[in-house]
């Protein structure tokens, strides 16, 4: 194929994130729990290729070890480009092509930004049609993370993170990302918090959680030392808990010149907040040279669009 040569599909972009502030309230019937976060979308991106196919089809590569990765129809790129065309009575099918970088499970919603670019792009090949509105509403029945990668930038969620409000942000963040080798169950996470917290986990029972007005004044400060300050993830204790070796981690970003480290989601990602990108190369020398892995990204990015 000559490099000019156009290729005969979409391809789109969409972004993994960071959970810059994240309160768990109760538990409801269906298992998931209440929430109030503060999405900051960043630069790691997912890139999916769709090409027509007779079926459904689906291959997986990229710059983080994909091994984790489902390649059958429990993928949730391919659920996405199934919900799809059963929604709209399209009557073929597709082949996606998944270009990772975000971290297999690793709390940055790396899989739900299949989902979302996979609903983007199903949507541009099969000239469906879909406003960016419908394709949150699909993705939203998908995975709670999946309508914010198709929003990006920063935005509050409620709910279970899946009512989305934009939130006003100025300038770029700069984070350094320590990814983990072994990745963590969502589900394990939010269990252990439940055991944590005893009996009274239900919806009933816990008062439902805000995203307090600091988190949202440092966004649109543009302070990074502000933000650092009113980083929160209700879901660390537990992820520590199960994982007591990113705790190190933690601590020797924090000791090596982050301004704070949080864990990402419901871990056992890490990402330090860095005062600027120079700091942030610091950082990434060091931790590094003490034997992890470190990634510099900024936020907020674009949601998931094509390229
Ligand atoms: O929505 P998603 O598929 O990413 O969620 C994975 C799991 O995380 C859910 O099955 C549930 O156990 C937990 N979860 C939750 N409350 C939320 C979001 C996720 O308990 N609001």
Known sequence: MSLVEEFPGVRVRAPGKINVFLAV????D??????????????????????????????????VDVSGVPQDESNLALKAARLLASETGYPGGVHLDIRKEVPVA??????????????????????????????????A???????????????????????????????????????????????RTYGELDEMRGDAVSADQVADPAVPIE???????GDARQLAEA??????????????????????????GALAGLVSGSGPTIAFLVESRAEGTALEARLTMAGYEAIGVYGPVHGARIV
Request: one cysteine or more; a negative charge; proline letters at 4%.
């Open 231 to 256: 980083l929160h993830n209700d879901l660390q204790a537990p992820a520590l808990r199960l994982r007591p070796d990113v705790r190190e981690i933690l601590e020797f970003g924090e000791a090596q």
């Open 106 to 139: 690793g709390g940055m919603g790396g899989g739900s930004a299949d989902a979302a670019a996979a609903l983007v792009a199903c949507d541009a090949l099969w000239n469906t049609g879909l406003s960016s509105a419908q394709l949150q509403a699909l993705g």
């Open 215 to 221: 988190v949202l004044q440092a966004l649109r400060s």
């Open 30 to 63: 269906d298992g998931y729990h209440e929430l109030a976060t503060a999405f900051q979308a960043v630069s790691l991106f997912e890139d999916v290729y769709a090409t027509h196919a007779d079926d459904f089809t689906i291959a997986v590569s990229g710059s």
């Open 25 to 28: 309230g109760g538990r409801h």
């Open 141 to 187: 029945r998908l995975g709670a993370d999946v309508p914010f990668s198709i929003m990006g930038g920063t935005a509050i969620g409620t709910g279970r993170g899946d009512a989305l409000n934009p939130a006003l942000a100025r300038g770029r963040f700069e984070w350094v990302i320590v990814p983990n080798g072994v990745g963590m169950s969502t589900p």
